[in-house]
């Protein structure tokens, strides 16, 4: 029999049962990726992290992160709760700076100390992708092109290649939504999936949600990895500030009931120096799973 010990824990809120849940199994070295992904898949949560030894000594640890469906390249809750889990379980001590190895490769997380502390991570540099077409957008999430501001959306990846589609009120995210068929409709010339953000801008930052089908994700509570590529969307088009220094708030979850608060901060202009996404983490559960 294989004993595993996992951690619950909610990111990107400081109250327990709100925003983004996550599994942490803390040794993951007895297993192999085929079960991995059945845990996941048995948990059932958007995310479920292994944490392994890593073979990169700048590394603090290696981690692997599932889906439902399928190993993530890397994911923003995942890394944050998995460091804060690391940090509490007293596997990295005395340390506010440390790199987590993902498929993406070295992912630097650091802790800003507080009541509670917060986690950082920064995120990996973003490619561009293709534009979209609004009206099609629209049709794909049930709502009006109206609904859009005159923005293409856009394709953007820093490991979790994301569409990002700006709507002129909060109104209009809540009543969005994408079901299989809806992102057939978007991902149609591409192999590989794509998950989907909606936003729209506030006076903190943003309204938001995420839906991925076909990650086995129907909507998600709060996707760090597509937070950075927000807020260069943002400058991109004027929505935020494009100066060194700027920082806002994403909040995501709201509608399904999961409220998180992902805060970012932008170093260099346009973000030339770093965008970084943070949040409070919440402990939960502890648990032993039995293989």
């Known amino acids: 029999m294989t004993l595993l010990n996992y951690r619950i824990v909610d990111v990107f809120t400081a109250e327990a049962l709100a925003g983004n849940a996550l599994a942490v199994f803390t040794d993951a070295s007895q297993i192999d990726e085929q079960i991995m992904q059945r845990i996941a898949r048995e948990l059932n949560l958007a995310e479920t992290t292994f944490v392994l030894p890593s073979a990169n000594r700048d590394c603090a640890a290696s981690v692997r992160i599932f889906t439902p469906k399928r190993e993530m390249s890397f994911a923003g809750h995942p890394t944050i709760g998995a460091g ?13 700076s440390f790199f987590l190895e993902e498929k993406i490769g070295p992912v630097q997380v650091w802790v ?91 006076t903190k930052g943003a309204y938001s949600r995420m839906f991925a089908p076909d990650y086995g994700i129907p909507e998600d509570p709060a996707t760090g990895s597509s937070t950075g590529p927000l807020a260069l969307f943002m400058m991109r088009h004027r929505l935020i500030s494009r100066a060194s220094g700027t920082s806002f708030i994403s909040e995501q979850g709201t509608k399904m009931g999961r409220r998180s608060l992902l805060h970012v901060r932008i170093t260099g202009d346009n973000g030339a120096d770093g965008i970084f996404v943070g949040g409070h983490v919440t402990a939960i559960a502890r648990g032993r799973m039995e293989l």
Do not use: H
């Open 84 to 96: 804060y889990v690391l940090l509490d379980e007293g596997v990295i001590q005395n340390r506010d």
């Open 112 to 202: 800003e100390r507080g009541e509670p502390p917060m986690i950082w991570l920064r995120t990996p540099p973003i490619s561009e992708g293709k534009s979209f077409d609004r009206s099609l957008c629209a049709a794909a999430l049930g709502i009006e092109t109206d609904d859009l501001l005159d923005v293409a959306p856009q394709l953007l990846d820093a490991g979790n290649p994301t569409l990002l589609i700006a709507l002129r009120s909060e109104e209009a995210v809540d009543r969005a939504w994408l079901d299989s068929q809806g992102a057939a409709t978007l991902t149609a010339d591409r192999t590989e999936p794509f998950c989907v953000f909606v936003f729209a801008q506030t």
